[in-house]
């Protein structure tokens, strides 16, 4: 069955460093959503894609957050420089294409990311 | 404020038990609500998803409930097992696309031998 894939899967650094989180989706879906999940919250979408544009980042932090998704395939979220409260799991996931129709997204496994 | 609220926080059962668990939500307009399973560091699997129309669906055990009045929805496990040890969220959609999920914070079921 196909699945999210993500890298890494777990990731120390210290703050003010750079981190780059990767996202495979599922094959053929095209519409692409970062998350950010604080232990014991449900996930907060931080940015959504349809193919390669944009269309939701309003809860994205663009000072120090950034997301792109060049070819309309795989992503990448990027955090510089790291903060201590961006400690938390990063979750990708991927529908069909979001449309009239309720999409079912999957999830990837996450990247735990922990700023010391 | 749209918000989703979930009870109880965390649950511990018998395996072979039945349980039920809670969602109350203020999300307007509303489009659909869905039900996630969440093991220990791993992402969130769809369990169900149903529109204001719909009032129960079924996924094998799992078997949720809407009433789109009340706007309230329960998830309802039959049978227990070790492996339904996890975190149940609660995910409502304002819009049709499912986009603009807003999540709960979950509850956290642990089912013991």
């Known amino acids: 069955e196909a699945e999210v894939a993500q890298s890494p899967r777990y990731k120390i650094t210290e703050k003010s460093q750079a981190v780059a989180f990767w996202c495979d989706p599922i094959?053929?879906?095209?519409?692409l959503y970062w998350y950010r999940q604080i232990l014991g919250q449900g996930p907060e979408l931080l940015v959504q894609?349809?193919?390669?544009?944009?269309?939701?980042d309003s809860q994205l932090p663009k000072d120090r957050f950034s997301a792109e998704r060049l070819k309309g395939v795989d992503s990448t979220l990027k955090i510089q420089p790291a903060e201590l409260g961006d400690s938390a799991m990063y979750l990708c996931a991927s529908s069909l294409r979001a449309g009239f129709m309720p999409e079912t997204q999957y999830f990837g496994p996450g990247t735990r990311l922990l700023v010391l | 404020k749209n918000q989703v609220e979930q009870s109880p926080q965390s649950l511990i059962i018998l395996e072979g038990k039945n349980c039920t668990l809670q969602?109350?939500?203020?999300?307007?307009?509303?489009?659909?609500l869905r039900w996630y399973k969440q093991d220990t560091g791993r992402g969130p699997v769809s369990l169900t998803i149903?529109?204001?129309?719909?009032n129960t669906k079924s996924n094998g055990r799992y078997t949720a409930t809407l009433d789109a009045d009340t706007k309230q929805s329960s998830l309802h496990i039959t049978a227990s097992q070790l492996s339904d040890s996890a975190s149940y969220i609660c995910?409502?959609?304002?819009?049709?696309?499912?986009?603009?999920?807003?999540f709960g914070k979950g509850t956290t079921l642990s089912v013991s031998s």
């Open positions: 149903m529109t204001f129309s719909e």
């Open positions: 094959s053929g879906h095209a519409t």
């Open positions: 894609f349809q193919d390669e544009s944009v269309v939701d």
């Open positions: 969602c109350n939500y203020t999300v307007s307009p509303f489009s659909n």
């Open positions: 995910v409502v959609s304002p819009n049709q696309a499912g986009t603009a999920l807003i």
